[in-house]
């Protein structure tokens, strides 16, 4: 199932696993692994959809913003520049699917692509985790300081209370 999610939303869910690893429900060094397995997975699936999507583009003239213009352009620079564009993708996650279907329509050797996206892939991964891993260990600590902030309330507001009953009482006398 983690798989799955990370899937879909790869970093998200990568960072809400790490904070999970902290608090006992997973295991860090399986939960990497499977983090990113599911990653290279979801960016495989938009490669695919622009190598064949770009078929698309053949027959009608368009495939979503994209014009039969613009491949040339695009095929010349992810010629040029591949590299360099897909960590750029990785790690900026707004442009990131975009430029991952964009290396499926350029036909990048699937090779090229695979290894480019794992170099990009693998700290991205492990900083998700870490930054999950981290709050986890932030919550449980102010987690603590939370259940003493509670008792000294709670002590607190039955002080005020008895002092002011006791007051009421004395003052009704």
């Known amino acids: ?5 990370v899937v879909i939303e790869g970093p998200i869910v990568t960072i809400i696993a790490g904070f999970l690893a902290y608090t006992g429900y ?8 499977v983090a990113l397995a599911g990653e290279l997975g979801g960016d495989y699936l938009y490669y695919v959809i622009g190598y064949f ?12 913003w994209i014009k ?13 520049n591949f590299g360099k564009t897909i960590l750029f993708g990785k790690w ?18 699937l090779k090229k692509f695979l290894g ?3 170099i990009g892939t693998i700290p991205k991964t492990m900083l998700f985790l870490a ?6 260990q932030s919550y449980v600590k102010v987690n603590m300081y939370f259940g003493y902030v509670t008792v000294a309330l709670f002590f607190i507001i039955v002080v005020t209370a008895a002092g002011y009953l006791f007051i009421k009482k004395r003052s009704n006398k």
């Open 131 to 136: 930054i999950g891993y981290y709050f986890g």
């Open 26 to 33: 997973f295991n860090i060094y399986i939960l990497y692994p």
């Open 53 to 64: 999507g770009s078929k698309r583009i053949y027959s009608k003239g368009r495939f979503l």
């Open 1 to 5: 199932m983690f798989f799955l999610l």
């Open 116 to 118: 480019y996206n794992l």
């Open 68 to 80: 039969m213009e613009h491949i040339q352009k695009i095929k010349s620079h992810f010629n040029n």
């Open 92 to 109: 900026t996650h707004s442009v990131g699917a975009p430029i991952l279907i964009v290396s499926g329509m350029a036909r990048v050797s």
